[in-house]
């Protein structure tokens, strides 16, 4: 589930003081109301909450949604002075570098667009504040702030004036899960479900035909019962759809909750009308089971959301590892297998997993993923290190502070700064056949009304309350959440991990695919690597090992291989490396003992080569100011590539763009069948404009990079897949990650991802057919009430069961050849 919201502007809408109601929460006003501002308000808090909006400029609050503020008559001040203790901040914050605070709030009293908008609006009202985004679903809010102006006490209680009191416990320390659904909801059920069985209890002499009962005093007794029980379900079971639907005709529009909200009025009022005449008994037991069973759809929908948000938080494992230290060794680790106290190896542009202790090496990390300051920062050894920081420097030893949280690394992905902004095509259709839907509902419901009052009262109620229940459009928003979400679940089991639906639907559109070449066709594990140039000795060859050891670049791993394979569990980190730096597309640079040594491309060595003999195409060495020679890297491509190539043709044309030199552009160019549609020489900077203009030209773009020198391109393309080896880089650019060992496997990946979409499809399909037949038998009035109640959330059922069965059968059927 997506973490913010777009809003629709409202300019010009204005709230009126009715002066009957509080101008900030809509309350019934008190007998002695507050004024303020030509305004009225219920209490104290309302009137201050006003006047900080009013100050900062912030009042289209009110024009967003007319009913947005929250009461806060009779709320006692919250205290937060428990904020200070650092211990306490310690246990909450995600991140905090003395300067930075990163924190996420759970905010339960989030109900509207008017709330995302004003506490996504909150740098207005607080200096300090840096950023904040809502997650509605969850009732979150991420929030980053400057310490130098603000405090986590100072927010929560600014937070707590506007009524939106931050929910911190013990629980909140500790982590613990929040529930699924709320104690009132629970009640609304139970309340429901009460009254709905006793009112069914007190009617059996009607279902039973017993004339004799029926025409005693009994059943007028039975028939104020009936109204009794059936009171609380309307005022409170019910009072959620009655406030939305109020809410949405107050801003002239008809959401979902109007036709229910009628159907609920017209059944209660009609049924109070028959018992007090005596005219009939009424439709109470309909009443109570319409609430009932659509609060029980609304229950099984929540649980479902709430599914789905914990396995994309918590269950998704995407293919990086760390290097844990064994003895005088390192091995790759799966994150969610270390704990507390590991001790790890990161190295330059890889992640940190989590808050950890330096304890070797030079650490300069880059803090941008987190903060948005792209400066990196030097830490001494000793010093604590955070989730989400990229060294930027040669390797580091760091010691675990905590476990390795999922759900940070994917709130990292997700954030806004790495989201492509467009709409996907099965939202467009949901959104285009929701703002049709409920007047065309309502239109069909008063036409079934007017037809069947001159003939039949009874069957007129039956028939127009039933067409507002049964004709549902929930079945078909649950189309894209249930049948994607399943098939993101599905490709991460075969290590082909996605960052949401919408990357589903990216891929569906593609019509050009650029890939790189390095670390992305061509396998680096299978390489081969030859030195030309003056012999290097064993010293030399250590030196240019330590090197390259620091770097992630494919280049530098085969480099780094072919000189450690005579003394393979040697770590290069032995080796004091000093002054690393890492130029992208350029090459790497260190000072080990009193040696200054590059490596990288010819344009990147101080000097050029003297010697005629080693001047050629490589990846050259200099050690101080010789240029000893030069390595030639020969790549071999990963397994059946030709085939996956030969696949992505299909979808249309395909280039490359690699940073090497063209050597090897003969025994490509039949592989791309236009020896035009290969570039070289190519630098990040190129990459990304080559892109660019593809897209100007109206093409969907997929590029296939290797995540280090192509983030830029990954995150300008349409939709961007990352190949990773079994290293720790992690780029949140892209849109996708894909385990290089399952290279070959692409093809199935992609057309399983596209097919899907016609899963959605079919879905929508099958919501329409239910709504056709739900509303055939409506209309005729042989339809009661409560089986079109009942029907409505088996609806929402049906979709979510049509979308993980369907999603699993052609998991089954493309996945599994």
Same mark, same amino acid.
Request: proline share 4%; with cysteine; aromatic share 10%.
């Given at each position: 589930?997506?973490? &913010? ?29 507050? =004024? ?32 947005? $503020?929250?009461?806060?008559?009779? /709320? ?26 990163? #924190? ?27 950023? &904040? ?20 006490? /100072? ?27 709320? *104690? ?45 029980? &059936? ?45 007090? &005449? ?17 609060? #029980? ?62 304890? *070797?090496?030079?650490?300069? #990390? ?47 992905w997700n954030e806004d700064a790495f989201n492509k902004k ?50 549902? =459009? ?24 996605? /960052? ?142 030709v085939e996956t190539l030969q696949y992505l043709q299909s ?21 791309? /069948? ?30 296939? $990079? ?90 929402? #059922? ?20």
């Amino acid at each position: 589930m997506t973490a &913010s919201t777009t809003l629709k502007s409202n300019a010009g809408k204005v709230r009126v003081d009715n002066h009957t109601q509080c101008y900030h929460c809509s309350e019934p006003l008190p007998t002695a109301p507050i =004024p303020f501002d030509e305004k009225s308000f219920c209490c104290e808090g309302c009137r201050t909450v006003y006047e900080i909006l009013n100050t900062n400029g912030l009042c289209q609050y009110y024009a967003i949604d007319e009913t947005a $503020g929250i009461s806060l008559r009779g /709320k006692r001040r919250e205290e937060y002075a428990f904020l200070d203790d650092p211990e306490v901040l310690k246990r909450l914050v995600q991140f905090s570098d003395g300067k930075t605070t990163r #924190i996420t709030l759970f905010l339960p009293q989030i109900h509207c667009a008017s709330c995302i908008w004003l506490l996504e609006n909150l740098y207005k009202l607080s200096d300090g504040v840096q950023s &904040s985004q809502v997650n509605f679903l969850k009732r979150e809010l991420h929030l980053v702030f400057s310490e130098e102006y603000t405090s986590l006490r /100072k927010i929560a209680e600014l937070l707590a004036s506007l009524g939106y009191a931050p929910a911190i416990n013990l629980g909140s320390l500790d982590e613990a899960a929040r529930p699924v659904i709320n *104690r009132s909801f629970a009640y609304k059920i139970g309340v429901a479900g009460f009254a709905f069985g006793n009112i069914m209890l007190l009617s059996f002499p009607e279902y039973l035909g017993l004339d004799h009962l029926t025409e005693s005093g009994f059943s007028k007794y039975f028939g104020l019962l009936n109204i009794l029980l &059936s009171l609380p379900v309307i005022f409170f079971s019910a009072q959620d759809y009655f406030r939305s639907a109020y809410q949405s005709l107050r801003r002239g529009q008809l959401n979902i909750d109007v036709p229910l909200a009628l159907g609920a009025a017209v059944l209660f009022l009609r049924s109070v009308y028959e018992i007090l &005449s005596h005219t009939g008994a009424g439709y109470m037991d309909s009443l109570a089971g319409l609430i009932f069973f659509l609060l #029980i759809g609304k229950w099984f929908q929540q649980r479902t959301y709430h599914h789905i948000s914990f396995e994309r938080d918590y269950k998704s494992y995407f293919p990086i590892s760390a290097r844990k230290k064994v003895g005088q060794t390192e091995q790759s680790v799966a994150l969610d297998k270390l704990d507390a106290g590991d001790i790890i190896f990161v190295r330059n542009g890889e992640l940190i997993p989590a808050d950890a202790v330096i304890l *070797r090496g030079e650490a300069k #990390i880059d803090y941008s993923f987190v903060t948005g300051e792209a400066e990196p920062v030097n830490v001494p050894s000793g010093e604590r290190v955070f989730a989400g920081g990229r060294q930027m420097g040669g390797v580091i030893e760091l010691s675990l502070s905590k476990k390795v949280s999922q759900s940070y690394l994917t709130q990292l992905w997700n954030e806004d700064a790495f989201n492509k902004k467009q709409e996907s095509q099965a939202s467009v259709l949901a959104n285009k056949v929701s703002r049709y839907f409920t007047t065309a509902i309502l239109l069909i419901g008063f036409m079934t009304l007017f037809y069947w009052l001159p003939r039949n009262t009874s069957i007129a109620i039956n028939a127009f309350t039933a067409v507002l229940i049964v004709a549902c =459009p929930c079945a078909g928003a649950l189309a894209v959440p249930f049948t994607l979400g399943n098939a993101l679940r599905i490709l991460g089991r075969f290590h082909f991990f996605l /960052k949401n639906t919408n990357a589903i639907e990216a891929l569906y559109r593609v019509n050009t695919v650029v890939v790189d070449k390095t670390g992305t066709i061509t396998a680096g594990q299978k390489s081969a690597v030859q030195f030309v140039g003056s012999p290097l000795s064993p010293t030399e060859k250590q030196l240019i090992a330590a090197l390259s050891g620091q770097s992630n670049h494919p280049a530098s791993k085969l480099i780094n291989r072919e000189l450690s394979k005579d003394n393979p569990e040697e770590i290069a980190i032995d080796y004091d490396v000093t002054e690393f730096s890492e130029t992208i597309g350029k090459g790497v640079e260190a000072t080990i003992g009193n040696r200054k040594i590059k490596l990288g491309s010819r344009s990147f060595m101080d000097v050029l080569p003297l010697d005629p003999a080693i001047d050629g195409e490589g990846v050259y060495v200099q050690i101080n100011d010789e240029v000893k020679g030069y390595f030639v890297l020969e790549h071999f491509l990963r397994p059946q590539a030709v085939e996956t190539l030969q696949y992505l043709q299909s979808l249309g044309e395909v280039y490359l763009l690699s940073g090497d030199n063209d050597r090897e552009a003969e025994l490509l160019a039949p592989i791309f /069948k236009d020896r035009a549609n290969l570039h070289f020489r190519q630098s990040p900077k190129d990459k990304l404009q080559f892109i660019q203009e593809l897209q100007n030209q109206g093409k969907k773009v997929l590029m296939l $990079g290797d995540g280090l020198n192509d983030a830029g391109a990954l995150r300008q393309a349409d939709a961007g897949i990352a190949i990773t080896e079994d290293t720790a880089n992690f780029t949140p650019a892209s849109d996708a990650i894909l385990s290089a060992e399952r290279f070959h496997r692409l093809p199935a990946y992609m057309e399983y991802a596209r097919r899907s979409i016609h899963l959605v499809f079919g879905a929508y399909s099958l919501a329409l057919l239910y709504n056709i037949v739900g509303l055939s038998f409506a209309v005729q009035g042989t339809l009661s009430p409560v089986v079109a109640a009942i029907l409505m959330p088996l609806s929402s #059922i049906t979709i979510v069961i049509f979308g993980t069965i369907s999603s699993n059968w052609l998991a089954a059927k493309v996945l599994k050849k």
